[in-house]
């Protein structure tokens, strides 16, 4: 299967500074979507990207699709204590021929009160 | 996005036991999606559920072991056949597709079911 490279594989910050993630392939990707996970939950979409180069936010949060299209990345802006999960990338080849999605590898949020 | 419910959401079972997931979506949906999520894991692809056919397995998972059923547009099930410790994990259900308003470039996630396998 596809491999997501995720990174950084865990970050430990401080309460109000920034967070960024990101995540590549060395395949193209059509559409770029962007989940949390919280402890015992399901994945919640944070935000779905569909075009090269689109730069879509969600309160806080901020994810580009990669002019490439073979990488994405998700910024949080002024961190708070309820971001505190685990963030997961995917990645869908083309819709056309398969609607399997691939997953990265995961990013470990822990915010610092 | 769909409001997807799982059942049941945790359980504990015996070795060599069977245990039946069910996965329902408030919306008709063309796709339905079955993954496993190990601890501290990935998602992993099991298989996709295909209505009123057999379901598309991914390389390392076969029918026996994960028998699922889509009887219609808003259900269905997986069954971890013949349970081991090694199948302990979260299994999600997840859906996407035109049928239910939703794009079949975008997939949302039930709540999981964890399994834990004595």
Redesign the interface.
């Given at each position: 299967?596809q491999q997501l490279n995720q990174s950084p594989q865990s970050m430990f910050i401080q309460e109000g500074e920034d967070v960024s993630m990101n995540c590549t392939s060395s395949s193209i990707f059509?559409?770029w979507?962007w989940?949390k996970q919280d402890p015992?939950?399901?994945?919640?979409?944070l935000i779905?990207l569909?075009k090269a180069g689109e730069l879509t936010s969600n309160g806080r949060l901020t994810a580009q699709f990669g002019i490439t299209r073979k990488d994405s990345f998700l910024n949080i802006s002024a961190s708070i204590p309820s971001d505190v999960g685990i963030y997961?990338c995917?990645g869908?080849l083309n819709?056309n021929t398969g609607?399997?999605?691939y997953?990265?590898?995961?990013t470990s949020l822990t915010v610092i009160p | 996005?769909a409001v997807?419910s799982?059942k049941p959401s945790r359980d504990i079972c015996q070795r060599g036991t069977s245990l039946t997931i069910q996965c329902q979506v408030d919306s008709q949906v063309t796709?339905m999606?079955w993954y496993r999520q190990q601890p501290g894991q990935?998602?992993?692809?099991i298989a996709?559920a295909n209505q009123g056919s057999e379901a598309t397995y991914?390389?390392g998972f076969v029918i026996d072991k994960f028998p699922i059923s889509r009887p219609n547009l808003t259900f269905s099930t997986l069954t971890v056949s013949n349970m081991s410790p090694e199948d302990s994990s979260i299994y999600?259900c997840s859906v996407?597709?035109l049928a239910g308003g939703l794009r079949?470039?975008?997939?949302?996630?039930?709540?999981?079911t964890?399994l834990t396998v004595l």
């Open positions: 299967g059509n559409t979507l989940y015992g939950e399901g994945p919640v979409l779905a569909y997961f995917a869908q819709p609607n399997q999605f997953f990265g590898t995961g | 996005s997807i799982q796709m999606f990935s998602l992993t692809l996709t991914e390389s999600l996407g597709g079949t470039d975008t997939q949302y996630f039930g709540p999981g964890r």
